[in-house]
C-alpha cells in the first residue's frame, strides 16, 4: 500500500505480531511460546465501523490491547491517529476510549451520573464541559431517567450502556469495543447496536470484536475475519457475501441422528461443506453447495422415511461466509 493512501486512514495495522511467552514445569522450565497475532494487516477510515470477527483465541483481544497502548507487539507496526501507541501513548490515550467486554470498570455503589463525573475528572474535563456533556451521555444511551440512580440496581444492559457512555467521557475519535453485546439479552443488545451506529453518524470510528454475525452484518461497514492470529478474508458483509454468491445453503431437520445420511451426503460432490447440529430435540443439517438443484436428486434418496421434518434452501449469511473461511484457512 502506498504512503498516500495510508494517509486516509485513521488506524493502520501492518505486519503486526505478538508472541506470549511462557515457561511450563517447575525445574527445568519449558519456554512455551502462542502465536496470538501473526502478520495481521488492516486499515481502517474516519467514521467507519469496522468489526474484527473470529473464535475465541482469535486474537482480538491482543490486537485490540496492543492498538489501545496496554501491549506492546512483538513486531510489525500500528498507527492511531498518525501516532505510535506504544511510544506515544500519553498523547494518544485522550483521543481514543474501550470498553473491553464483561468488565467492572463501573463503581456499583454510585450513581450512573456519579460514574460519568469521576471518570471526566480522571481525564481533566473541565466543569463547564461536564455540565453540558454529561446530560447528552445519559440522554444518548438512555439511562436519563436512572441517572441517580446507584448502579448495582441498574439491568446488565444499563450497566453495559453506561460503560459506553462512561468511554465517551473524553470525547474519544476512536472507541475499541471488545465483544460489548456479550450476556445482553435480544433487546439490550439491540438498543447497543443502536448506540453505536448513532456514534458513527456523528463521526466517530469504532473498532469492535463480536461473536455475533448478524451484529457484524447490521452494523459493520468492513469486516476482518481473523483465524489464529492470521487474517483470513478483509471486506464489506455485502461483497464477503456476494464473493459466495453462488454459495446456497440446504437446512435439513431430522427428528433423530442419522449417521447413514451424513455418511451418503459426504459422497455428493456437488456439496461444498456439511454441518450437523444435534439437539435433544432433532438433527440440524446445513448444506453449502453451488447449485441446490444439483444436490436434491442424490439427497432425497438418502434420507430416511420418517425422519425428515423440514428442507429449505437460503442465500449464505455472514455466519456462512465466515464459517467458510475459517475451515478453510490451514491449521
Ligand atoms: N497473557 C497471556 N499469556 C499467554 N497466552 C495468552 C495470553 N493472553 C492471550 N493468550 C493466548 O493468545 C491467543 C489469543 O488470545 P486473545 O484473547 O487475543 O483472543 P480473542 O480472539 O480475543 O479470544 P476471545 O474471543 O476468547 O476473547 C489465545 O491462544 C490465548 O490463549
Known sequence: ???????????????LVRDYVSHKGVFRKKKHTVRAVNNLSFFVKKGEIFGLLGANGAGKTTTIKILTTLLAPTSGSVSILGLDPMTQAKALRPRISFVFGGERSLYWRITGR??????????????????????????????????????????????????????????PEIIFLDEPTIG??????????????????????????????????????????????????LDTPANLKAQTEHTSVIELHLNEKDDALLKGLNQIKEIDQIRANHTDQ??????????????????????????????????????????????????
Request: charge should be neutral; include cysteine; charged fraction near 25%.
Open 282 to 331: 432433532y438433527e440440524s443439517v446445513s448444506l453449502q453447495c453451488k447449485e441446490p438443484r444439483t444436490v436434491f436428486p442424490q439427497l432425497f434418496p438418502l434420507i430416511g422415511t420418517g425422519h425428515l421434518l423440514s428442507v429449505r434452501t437460503r442465500e449464505a449469511t455472514l455466519e456462512d461466509v465466515y464459517i467458510h473461511y475459517v475451515s478453510q484457512s490451514p491449521h
Open 1 to 15: 500500500m502506498d504512503q498516500e493512501k495510508q494517509s486516509e486512514y485513521i488506524i493502520e495495522v501492518q505486519n
Open 114 to 171: 456519579e460514574n460519568l463525573n469521576y471518570f471526566s475528572d480522571l481525564y481533566h474535563i473541565s466543569n463547564e464541559i461536564k455540565k453540558r456533556r454529561i446530560p447528552e451521555l445519559l440522554e444518548l444511551v438512555g439511562l436519563k431517567d436512572h441517572a441517580d440512580e446507584r448502579v448495582e440496581t441498574y439491568s446488565k444492559g444499563m450497566k453495559q450502556r453506561l460503560q459506553i457512555a462512561r468511554c465517551l467521557v473524553n470525547d
Open 184 to 233: 445482553l439479552d435480544p433487546i439490550g443488545a439491540r438498543d447497543l447496536r443502536n448506540i453505536v451506529k448513532m456514534l458513527a453518524k456523528q463521526g466517530k470510528t469504532v473498532l469492535i470484536t463480536t461473536h455475533y454475525m448478524y451484529e457484524a452484518d447490521e452494523i459493520c461497514g468492513r469486516v476482518a475475519i481473523v483465524n489464529k492470529g492470521k487474517l483470513v478474508a
